[in-house]
């Protein structure tokens, strides 16, 4: 367990670089179990860090990881249903990281400029990706919406944590990226199953994924009290 804690982001990266060659190299079934234990993975190191979770506010993080599991695994997958209800476990991760950052540091209409910068560029961001696909949505059109509107608030709740001179440090430094980075690779993966369907796009997709899971975890140890 020491082991873990002193060099658990290491071997998670290794992990991650491992996966994103088992998908270069087609590797199906090695694909599918290096895929379904990072999140699990990084759960262990948090709860490690933590060494058990007790306050409630910490808690959501927690919930969050594991509603990212609970997508993994029904993403892995195929058909509808199961992308279905993978999008709902990531929503929950995407309500409870929102909540989470909200925790740490009210929204304010007037003093909250960098969160108004941030739903700027998500919007053009957001409207750019929905435009390119919405004709290869049919039925997913108004999940998609729905999960685009709660990882872009998730991302400005992050983006107003800047504001904040006790949390400026982890927002800069770990939140912002991590939201950047999941809403890079959620984008990817819109447009990549709906519209270009390019396997070598999923190698992408994943390290962005992977790498915003880790950025938040750390995060989560910079605003630990």
């Known amino acids: ?12 990266l ?3 670089i491992t996966h994103c060659a ?3 190299f087609d590797l199906e079934w090695l694909r599918f179990y290096s895929k379904i234990v990072l999140v699990p993975f990084l759960l262990l190191i948090y709860y490690l860090k933590y060494e058990g979770i007790k306050n409630k506010l910490y808690i959501l993080p927690f919930i969050a990881l594991v509603g990212s599991f609970m997508g993994d695994l029904l993403l892995a997958f195929e058909g509808s249903q199961f ?4 999008m709902l476990g990531f929503m929950v991760t995407h309500i409870c990281n929102g909540y989470y950052f909200y925790s740490l540091h009210k929204l304010s209409i007037k003093q909250s400029k960098t969160a108004w910068v941030a739903l700027l560029l998500l919007s053009i961001i957001c409207s750019i990706v929905v435009y390119s696909i919405k004709d290869n949505l049919g039925a997913f059109l108004i999940p998609i919406i729905i999960y685009i509107a ?3 608030i998730m991302a400005i709740l992050a983006s107003n ?3 904040s001179k006790l949390y400026k440090y982890a927002a800069v430094h770990y939140f912002i990226p991590g939201a950047i980075l999941f809403v890079l690779s959620d984008g990817l993966l819109a447009i990549n199953k709906f519209k270009l369907q390019d396997p070598s ?3 992408f997709v994943m390290l962005t994924y992977g790498l915003a899971q880790l ?10 009290p």
């Open 83 to 86: 992308f279905l209800w993978g």
């Open 201 to 203: 796009l999923d190698i």
């Open 14 to 16: 290794i992990v991650l």
């Open 1 to 12: 367990m020491n082991l873990l804690k002193k060099y658990g982001i290491f071997i998670y």
């Open 22 to 24: 088992f998908i270069y």
């Open 150 to 152: 709660l990882i872009s």
């Open 215 to 224: 950025y938040l975890v750390m995060g989560y140890y910079k605003t630990k």
């Open 161 to 163: 944590l800047a504001d």
